[in-house]
């Protein structure tokens, strides 16, 4: 588990497709603060996707596999060498949680669809599939690439977020522009409280 509050930004050394009509793929990223602790098998969230650490080269690098359904319902597949990525290790057990609850399992893709400077914030309008836009409420949480944000207001297929001078300087969102494809992950309490009450006739 997570709480969308990014310890510090990566950078992508590599993505290599598999093999096969549905490949996956292999990807290598550099964060020196989330390796310096890392096992094998630990999670990390890379914008926003949780992904478990295969290889420590011991360079400050970790390699995970990306599933082919990762691919489908995330940004991963867009990136290339060079590109900064958001980190995230996994809430430690006693750890402050300073942001809401983030599995790392990414339910689609947004469209970055305008963006607006303010004095010392930014404004964004982000496009969302209607099907998600239902777990979206003016005032809750979402997941944005990895970081956690406030609804400030809600529509049929888009939503927006403001975002402080910290998100600005710390998180890869500070460099989104319109157009960009992010990762979204609605609140999964959300999620659970549709799924509850839809089935709270059926018995066994």
């Given at each position: ?203 066994r």
């Amino acid at each position: 588990m997570f709480t969308g509050i990014v310890e510090e930004m990566g950078t992508v050394v590599a993505l290599v497709p598999g093999d096969g009509d549905e490949a996956d793929a292999r990807l290598r990223v550099r964060g020196p603060l989330v390796t310096s602790d890392a096992s094998l098998g630990d999670s990390i969230a890379v914008s926003g996707v949780c992904l478990t650490v295969a290889e420590l080269p011991g360079d400050g690098t970790f390699v995970a596999d990306v599933m082919p359904e990762t691919l489908r319902r995330s940004a991963l597949g867009d990136l290339v060498e060079g590109d900064a990525v958001n980190l995230e290790r996994a809430l430690a057990v006693g750890g402050r949680y300073g942001g809401h609850v983030v599995q790392g399992h990414v339910d689609g893709v947004g469209e970055v669809r305008s963006r607006r400077p303010g004095p010392r914030w930014d404004d964004i309008e982000i496009a969302l599939d209607p099907s998600l836009a239902r777990y979206v409420a003016e005032k809750g949480s979402i997941t944005v690439q990895g970081v956690s944000l406030t609804v400030t207001h809600v529509g049929d297929d888009v939503f927006g977020v403001s975002l402080i001078p910290t998100t600005l300087q710390v998180t890869t969102l500070g460099e989104l522009a319109p157009g960009a494809r992010v990762n979204l992950e609605v609140d999964v309490l959300a999620k659970y409280t549709e799924r509850l009450l839809t089935t709270a006739g059926v018995t066994r």
